[in-house]
Structures are given as C-alpha cells and as structure tokens.
C-alpha cells in the first residue's frame, strides 16, 4: 500500500525539482523521437509517473569500473613498464 501511495504523479515543475533538471530540459526528453520520457497529457497539463520516469532514467546511467580496479589495472600497467 505504502508502494502505491508513493507512486506519484509530477507535473512539470514538480519532476524538475525531484530529477534535477530544468523544465526546458525534461520538455526536451519528452519529445524526442527515440526515446521520450513516458507522460500524459491532460488538456494542457502534463503528468509523469515517478515509477516510469526512475524505469526511463535508470537506461542512461553509466557504468564505471570500480575504483580499486582501475587503480590496479594502473598500477599494473606501470609496473609493466
């Protein structure tokens, strides 16, 4: 229950302050032709889910090795030479 109370819906404005990025911006993702941000629109009004917004968001994180392993594969390269 608490799940679904939590899965709320954000107007513009709102989503701007929760994901961090401006207005102009999430306008931008909404109407791209690959790969928009999934939304409703309600007259003029338009609503993202948060649960689709996370879902969308979390394909464009990026992957970086761990620190300890670069740090060894450095210091291993180095020794090599």
Do not use: A, C
């Not at 608490?2 to 404005?13: I, P």
């Not at 939304?39 to 948060?50: E, M, N, P, T, Y």
């Not at 994180?61 to 392993?69: A, F, I």
């Amino acid at each position: 229950m608490l799940k679904v109370m939590e899965d709320r819906y954000f107007d513009l404005k709102r989503l701007s302050t929760y994901s961090s990025l401006s207005v102009r911006t999430l306008r931008e993702y909404l109407s791209r032709p690959d790969d928009p941000i999934p939304s409703f629109r309600i007259g003029r009004k338009i609503l993202v889910k948060r649960s689709e917004f996370d879902e969308w968001i979390h394909k464009y994180r990026t992957k970086t090795e761990n620190l300890d392993q670069l740090v060894d594969s450095l210091l291993g390269d180095l020794k090599d030479s």
